[in-house]
């Protein structure tokens, strides 16, 4: 890079200080960073890190990218991050403002992908984030090399949620910018968070969640600028989104969210900080909408970083007509919409554009919902990254999806409309060959009845009163779960696994993932906790 950087300013006449080494435009994001985890590594359970010596054209791509060291050795993340280095942009190094092409060494940190999520009961309660780290322990933090150099980030942590709704047991999913040490930053700022607990209808449970923390400067120094609105919500937004009791009874309301602006200037790690009137449903109206808003994110020096701002919104607007005016009717709004049909991992092979170059695409719609189900006049609302075919791609997919209309449904007088979200993967990525699938909705979940019902009666005559199966099964076309099979349980040999294949055969997936994807084929672990009550006991 140095004698690239000299002989530039020698052909240029530049100064060494109008040399401008190549500065990044998009990482990898973690999803992506699974689709080139060495199988090897994955299936030892192992995290690893590799530096890699990359040259950027004059275009922003990196090429010629070779390996400097990898940790641990011989686990082949080497070899995976120069295959990563393919989805890498960078503005090009400049000199006296014309580009040339330079060499960078780019750091890369594998960390494992998280475990799938246990099935939850139909009356299960997430966790809520209630209380986030003061600004004066995030600074506390804040690995004192990264704050020397400027550098703000983020790590994303699963964590377990206890009883009280403390946070413990947290592990590392993955840091932005790698190698550092957000992620124990994070982890050490894990014990000031503090939940509501999940629950059931028996009381509070122990849930793992995961939990984005962030690290953007208080103040930044250098020529800085805030992130800025780039798409604000409408008043057809707001109404959209507006909780139906106050919006009839007229009701307005204000919340304060707190978030961090990404360096595409996407929300991330929001939390409701204030809501007025209490009660009314407005935090989590609010918290509804952030998908849609898009900012420009902040800048330090021309060059876009993570931030942290707080939102306020008003749930107001003189403009919009009383419920009761004429001709007035309020958009219902579908968020969790239950699919008849969606596309399949087929449809998504066939869709995915040619241009992409093996990257991820993300797109998401507002569509309005016709009675039939059928999903029309779809606006996107957020499509990264642009200019490689996502938004076109995806397009042709819209008329794959069909809402299942509920009796209630189909009794709304006025406009229906829905969000719906579709990631794009190359289908010759580990995770598209495998069928992985993540953040999938059960739209018939675990039976507690059924699970109490089917004890295994071995168990229960050994005087055991607590245990845990784990039924491995592959998702059907409909969401069914079908070819299950009993994994190893706790305690073994005593029928808890084969009692969960039971439990399972009853559960069903809707036909899209939260997280935008299909769900047919895939193979999901489903470990189910068995407990035997003392008078159940007695009876038996």
């Known amino acids: 890079m140095f004698l690239e950087a000299l002989a530039a300013a020698a052909i240029t006449g530049a100064k060494p200080s109008e040399v401008k080494p190549p500065a990044w435009l998009r990482r990898p994001t973690p999803q992506e960073m699974y689709t080139f985890y060495p199988a090897q ?34 686990q082949g993340f080497g070899a995976a991050a120069v295959q990563t280095a393919k989805l890498f942009e960078f503005t090009p190094a400049t000199s006296a ?7 960078v060494s780019i750091p890369l940190a594998f960390s494992l992908p998280p475990a799938p999520q246990p099935a939850m009961p139909a009356d299960f309660i997430a966790p809520v984030w209630l209380k986030a780290p003061t600004e004066e322990a995030v600074n506390a933090a804040w690995p004192p090399k990264a704050r020397a150099a400027h550098i703000n980030g983020k790590a994303d942590l699963d964590c377990l949620v206890n009883t009280n709704g403390g946070a413990e047991d947290c592990h590392v999913l993955s840091e932005t910018p790698p190698g550092q040490g957000f ?6 700022l894990s014990p000031t968070l503090l939940f509501t607990p999940a629950s059931v209808a028996s009381g509070p449970i122990q849930q793992r969640i995961h939990i984005t923390l962030g690290f953007p ?3 930044l120094t250098g020529e800085v600028t805030p992130p800025a609105w780039f798409k604000k919500p409408s008043a057809a937004d707001l109404i959209a989104a507006w909780p139906s009791e106050a919006l009839s009874r007229g009701i307005g309301g204000k919340v304060t969210l707190t978030c961090m602006v990404s ?17 009314m449903g407005f ?28 939102l306020p919104l008003k749930f107001e607007n003189n403009e919009t007509p009383a419920p009761d005016a004429v001709g007035w009717e309020k958009t219902a709004v579908v968020d969790q919409p239950i699919w008849a049909t969606a596309p399949s991992f087929a449809d998504i092979a066939t869709a995915y554009p040619k241009r992409a170059g093996g990257a991820s695409g993300y797109v998401s719609y507002r569509c309005d919902v016709r009675k039939s189900g059928e999903l029309n006049h779809c606006n996107i609302t957020r499509a990264e990254p642009t200019g490689r075919g996502f938004e076109a791609a995806t397009r042709g997919l819209i008329a794959r999806f069909r809402l299942d209309m509920s009796p209630a449904m189909l009794a709304l007088r006025g406009p229906v409309q829905t969000n719906v979200s579709i990631r794009l993967i190359d289908p010759e990525s580990a995770d598209f060959v495998g069928h992985r699938i993540g953040e999938p909705t059960w739209i018939v979940a675990l039976d507690p009845k059924r699970v109490h019902k089917l004890y295994p009666a071995e168990a229960a005559a050994r005087g055991i009163k607590t245990g845990r199966g784990v039924a491995i099964c592959t998702v059907a076309a409909d969401g069914g779960l079908s070819d299950c099979s009993p994994a190893p349980a706790t305690p073994n040999g005593v029928g808890f696994s084969e009692a969960a294949v039971q ?4 559960m069903k997936m809707n036909r899209w993932t939260q997280d935008g994807g299909p769900i047919d084929g895939a193979k999901v672990q489903l470990p189910i906790r068995f407990n035997l009550a003392d008078d159940a006991a007695v009876a038996k």
């Open 41 to 74: 590594a994955l299936a030892a359970k192992i995290g690893g890190k590799a530096l890699i010596n990359c040259r950027v054209n004059v275009q922003g791509a990196a090429e010629d990218c070779q390996v400097v060291t990898e940790n641990p050795p011989g």
């Open 97 to 103: 403002g014309i580009p040339f092409p330079g060499r």
């Open 183 to 188: 992620g124990e930053a994070a982890v050490r």
């Open 217 to 219: 400067p208080a103040q």
């Open 263 to 279: 360096l595409h200037g996407e929300l991330e790690a929001c939390h409701v900080v204030s809501e007025s009137p209490e009660g």
């Open 283 to 310: 935090g989590a109206a609010a918290m509804l909408l952030t998908p849609q808003f898009l900012f420009k994110p902040a800048t330090r020096d021309g060059q876009p970083v993570i931030s942290n701002m707080t």
């Open 503 to 506: 439990v399972a055969q009853v």
